[in-house]
Each structure stands twice: as C-alpha cells, then as structure tokens.
C-alpha cells in the first residue's frame, strides 16, 4: 500500500485545461469577474454564496423556462427553504435539448446476450407515443405515474414521457418482494402502472405475473395498466390493460414539454424501509436538474458524445442519477442482469466492447472484483475509459489500489457518497485534483458539508457526525402524506435544529478530501471511541479466507459493550482459532487494539437491503431483543433469510 500521502492518479494539465470544472471557472471569471486559485477557493465561495452559486448553474447551462424569480431563494431556513419561484421548466424538456443524430441515445444491453441501439428519432417517437397514451388515460401534471420494471430502455422511455407531461414519477425493481412495492406505490396512489411480467437474473427467469396481480389489487386508485410484454396473455387484471406495443403506436403524436414550478414533484424515491414503512421522498423538478447539470458535468466530467454507464436497478436512486447523463449530451449505457453472471468479467467485459468513457458501480462489486482475484486488464486495455465510479458503501483504500493495479494505471476512480435524500453525491469528483487512497477527493461545490464532533463543532482531520449546514436544491421538498413534516424534520433535523443530519461519520482531511467512516446509527463505540464499521470491513478485505463479514456493538449495563463479528466465510474455508487469530492480528496492526472483536461468530449469510446495503442496525436491534417484526421490514431485504441466525441467537442472549 503507497503512503497516505501519495497520489495514486494525478490529472495532466491538458486534462484539467478540458474539464468541465475549468471552464466553468473560466466563464465565472469572464462574466462575474470572479477567480479562485484553486478547487478549494471555488468551493468556499459556492457554499459563502449559496444564491449566487446556484443562480450561475441556472445562467451557465442556459436552462429554458417561463416566468421571472424576484429571488434565488425565499430566505428561510431548511427545511422551509423554497428556490427560484416564479418560474417553470422540465427536466425531460433540457434532456431532448441535447438530442443528436450522430450519437445513440441509449445502448442496452443484457446478459441473455441483447444489445440494442435507440436513436434519438426512435427514443421522440416512443417518448411522444406513451405520452399520447398518457393522455388518452386523462394523465395531467402532478397524477404519479409508477412502474414495475427492470433497467431498460422501455424504463427510460417511460419516465420521459411521464416527466414531459408533468407527471410524477415513480419505480421499484421487479426483484423487489410484494409486500415492499405495495408499501411504496401505496402512498402515493398512483393513476398508472407500468409493468414487467418477469425479469431475468443470474440465467434464470423470473415471472411476476401473479405478484403483479396482487399490486394492482391493492392500488384502488390504478386506472389503467400498461403491460411490457411480447404477447397478449390470458390472464385479466381489474383495471384497463394496455399493451406496451399498441401504447406506442401513435406514430403522429407529437412531443410536447409542459413546463411546471421549479419545486414541483420530478419523482417520488424511498428510504430502505428497514425499520418501518419507507419514508416517501419528493424530489422538484428544478432541483433535481440543477444538481444533475452540476454534479455531472463538474464532478464526474461527462461530455458531450461519451458513453456513460451505471450499473444498477431501477430500484436504487443511481438509476434516476444517471439519466443526468442524458442533459450533458451522453449516450446512456444500460445493462439488465447479474453483474456476476455467467462471471464477474461480464460488466468489464461489456464496458471494453462498449467503448465506455465512464463506468459506473457499487463498492460492493469493486471489493468483490478483488477478493476474487479479477483481473480487467487482461481483457481489455480500456483504451476509451477515463473514470471508474463507485458509491453505495465505502470504498476501500485496498480496493483503490487494486484498480490502479488490475484495471488502469490512469484511470480517474471518482468514489463518492450521497444518497436518496438528495438523488447525488454530497462529496466526490474533482478531475482537477490527484486521487488518494481511501479518500473521497472533495466536497460537492454548493455543498456547504462539515465534521461536527461531540461539542458541535467543526473538525478537520478528526472523526465526526456529518452535517450540511445551508440548503441544497435537490433536498427534499417533502414527504408524502407527512402532516407538517413532522418525519422530514425527525428525520434530518432533531439531532442538530437548523443542520441537516445525513447520519454518517466522517473525516474531512487535511488534502481536503472526505473519508465516509459507515452510518452513524451503527456505530461502534469502544471506551468511548467512535470506530466507523467501514474501517472493520476494509482491513478484511485483505483475510482472504473471509468472504464478507458484519459487526455491532450493544451497549450492556454498567457501561459495558459487546462487541461481535460475523463472518461468512469463502466456500470450503472453516473459521478455526487460527483465522480467528489472523483476523485480530489485522485489525489490531492495521487500525487499533480497539477494532478488535470480543467475538467472531460464523454465520451463514449477511443480511443485505435491496439497494445493496449491510443491514447492521437490524442485526443490532434483533440482538437486543427488539421483536424481529418491528426491527426490519424483512420485504426490503435481498436475503431476509440471513436473519434467521440472528433471532435464533437473540433467543438464548435474553434473560
């Protein structure tokens, strides 16, 4: 491993000259006599003057809109702050903006062997049929639209049409359990579905039919279903039932774009909903276009004519986030299926024939790549690739290295953390500054984030509770059927009145980079030292009989902790006193005595949620004797399973 201090990639001067990023600078200096000597700099001004800051994104990307705004924003504090009003605009509008008959718009690709092109001309005659259709139903701006479908390119066409219209949209993957999309769609009583009759999945099909029966009963307010499937079926749902093919079939329609309010609703995305009914987050069609432009264009350095790719479901808020790809005049690589079927090359694989500029990923995947001993290099040299993404966990400072070493040595690795809450990244990208391992390269410009410690106060270097100290316009503009946002306030603001609480621990470095230590509401605390559950995993990855692994610390009276360690262990590999051992040994040496476990526990499984994430706070709350029903809504788990370990061993720790 290189020293802390040592960049693994350091950007060229004529890379920098290119950015996006620079050139922004460049025009902030030409039109506002504004100059900044470094990243830093530019940074500080776009958090000291929000309302400037975010009115030059507005002139810079000379977005389209009706009316006059008195004001950037109304001047109240978060969570009452409101942006631009007096104005109307759509995102769908800024998207076919861009459109181009020399390029695709979208590149599909499956893992049964399909690959499909839909050119521009194509993706308007489809978009403006299913809106047609859509107003055929009687669909108006602010009616939800939702979908049950994988990522393909009908997803994309569909929210299109829907957000051309004014629609609000919303979607939850087909792998997700019934009771899960009932809970979502529910809430929001949606006028249209959208939906897959089955998907497929590590080689295998799966059929939906009946489950989707089941929702379409429990949404009374469905007025109309429109089927994704190849042949007309026998089965009769209760409401009308409109083919995907006969939908589109409006050949003369045309493409309109109805401009709404800067904050009214683009889509409706969900907590995880482990511990209770998914908080249903309402996203505004301006914020969101404004943060997409900006974090797009100046934090992943997409361009105009690259190919850009995410792996990922429709049920995870980074399927919404890269069809920003789309407003920077990308073509938008999409691919359906296992990421390691038949094997883990598939996606690499994929991105060399592709001719990928940007790929996109989980961490998850990127440390699964590497306990494997995946080697990308052998099958491709990468030649078009100038960034590698990851998020949705915590990217190790091994895995880092193992990209530089295994992928491309000049590869850009933007890791970057955000979330749902704000469809984006707080902290990532720079291609103006080197990349360290293990660090997130920088703060998001207009991010105004800080590590508070005990006290309260900011910290650098130092571990702290992560906070956002002046609004962004791609919060929340509420939650659905919250009464006087007594959840969104609960949920952001209790902690820290006024300082929106993201609920992760974090250490702002000294290179001005971000290390995301794990959720704050897992933590491990040992005497009093906040242990980040990240550091746990990342020393791990370097056990290579450990396959993946979860820790918790309870608390216990008299002040007391425990503190366990689940390990699933590599097929054929049993944890002796000897692993046990060497898995003390690397995390004593590689952090400190107090990362050490009290217990290494095997277990046959890991509890994940459907977005990817380690389900540790459940694990928690059923070791503490919290009924399993009220600790985790087992609908919104990939495995829920793994927890029968769990409850049966918080059975024998009760008095």
């Given at each position: 491993m290189l020293p802390s201090n040592v960049p693994l990639w350091t950007p060229s001067q004529e890379l920098i000259e290119q950015s996006n990023l620079q050139e922004y600078t460049k025009w902030l200096a030409d039109t506002g006599d504004l100059r900044f000597k470094d990243y830093h700099a530019l940074w500080q001004w776009?958090?000291?003057?929000?309302?400037?800051?975010?009115?030059?994104?507005?002139?810079?990307?000379?977005?389209?809109?009706?009316?006059?705004?008195?004001?950037?924003?109304?001047?109240?504090?978060?969570?009452?702050?409101?942006?631009?009003?007096?104005?109307?605009?759509?995102?769908?509008?800024?998207?076919?903006?861009?459109?181009?008959?020399s390029r695709p718009a979208i590149i599909f690709r499956s893992e049964?062997?399909?690959?499909?092109?839909?050119?521009?001309?194509?993706?308007?005659?489809?978009?403006?049929?299913?809106?047609?259709?859509?107003?055929?139903?009687?669909?108006?701006?602010?009616?939800?639209?939702?979908?049950?479908?994988p990522g393909?390119?009908?997803?994309?066409?569909?929210?299109?049409?829907?957000?051309?219209?004014?629609a609000v949209w919303s979607c939850c993957s087909p792998d997700f359990g019934i009771s899960a999309v009932i809970e979502r769609f529910s809430q929001i009583e949606p006028k249209i579905l959208i939906a897959t009759l089955n998907y497929n999945y590590g080689g295998k099909t799966f059929d939906r039919t009946t489950i989707l029966g089941e929702i379409v009963g429990a949404l009374p307010s469905l007025e109309a279903l429109i089927l994704v499937a190849d042949e007309p079926m026998a089965q009769v749902f209760t409401v009308k039932t409109v083919y995907w093919k006969d939908a589109l079939n409006h050949k003369n329609a045309s493409l309109d774009f109805v401009r709404v309010p800067f904050s009214h609703p683009i889509w409706i995305l969900y907590s995880s909903g482990t511990t209770g009914i998914p908080k249903a987050i309402v996203h505004s069609q301006g914020g969101i276009l404004l943060e997409h432009l900006k974090y797009g264009a100046f934090h992943n350095d997409f361009r105009e004519g690259e190919k850009c790719f995410w792996f990922t479901t429709t049920g995870w808020m980074m399927w919404n986030y890269i069809h920003g790809c789309l407003l920077a005049g990308c073509t938008l690589v999409l691919y359906d299926g296992s990421?390691?079927?038949?094997?883990?090359?598939?996606?690499?694989?994929?991105?060399?024939?592709e001719e990928l500029q940007h790929f996109g990923t989980s961490a998850s995947f990127i440390t699964a790549n590497m306990n494997q001993g995946i080697a990308p290099a052998q099958i491709s040299r990468f030649e078009s690739l100038r960034s590698i993404s990851a998020t949705g966990s915590t990217l190790p400072a091994e895995a880092f290295l193992w990209i530089y070493q295994n992928i491309k040595s000049d590869v850009w690795l933007v890791s970057m953390s955000g979330g749902t809450d704000v469809c984006s990244a707080f902290v990532g990208g720079n291609p103006t500054w080197p990349v360290f391992a293990g660090e997130i390269q920088c703060r998001a410009l207009g991010c105004k984030l800080e590590a508070l410690d005990e006290m309260g106060h900011p910290?650098?270097?130092?571990v702290g509770e992560m906070v956002i100290e002046k609004p962004m316009p791609s919060m929340p503009v509420f939650f659905w059927n919250d009464i006087n946002k007594q959840r969104y306030r609960e949920s952001y603001f209790e902690l820290y009145p006024g300082l929106w609480r993201h609920g992760d621990w974090i250490r702002i470095t000294t290179n001005n980079g971000v290390v995301v230590l794990g959720r704050s509401d897992a933590t491990l605390n040992r005497g009093g030292v906040r242990i980040g559950t990240s550091e746990v995993y990342s020393a791990l990855n370097t056990v290579r009989q450990v396959k993946d692994a979860l820790i918790v610390c309870l608390e216990r009276s008299g002040g007391k902790f425990w503190m366990p360690l689940f390990v699933m262990m590599q097929d054929g590999v049993q944890l002796t006193d000897a692993v046990k051992e060497q898995i003390n040994k690397t995390l004593r040496t590689t952090y400190s005595p107090r990362h050490v476990p009290d217990d290494i526990i095997s277990v046959p499984d890991i509890p994940y949620t459907l977005s990817g994430k380690k389900s540790e706070l459940a694990v928690k709350k059923i070791l503490l004797g919290i009924v399993p029903s009220r600790a985790v809504n087992t609908g919104v788990l990939k495995n829920p399973g793994s927890l029968n370990f769990f409850i049966n061993m918080a059975t024998g720790l009760r008095p």
């Open positions: 776009s958090v000291t003057n929000t309302d400037q800051f975010w009115e030059s994104i507005l002139r810079y990307f000379a977005l389209d809109y009706d009316g006059v705004y008195a004001s950037v924003t109304n001047g109240m504090p978060m969570p009452e702050t409101r942006w631009f009003e007096g104005i109307a605009l759509s995102y769908a509008e800024n998207v076919f903006k861009r459109r181009s008959p049964s062997g399909t690959r499909k092109e839909t050119s521009w001309q194509e993706l308007t005659e489809d978009v403006s049929s299913l809106q047609h259709q859509f107003r055929v139903f009687g669909i108006e701006a602010g009616d939800r639209i939702v979908a049950f479908m393909d390119a009908e997803a994309t066409t569909a929210f299109l049409a829907a957000n051309a219209l004014g990421p390691s079927y038949p094997d883990l090359t598939v996606l690499w694989n994929m991105a060399g024939e910290v650098i270097d130092q």
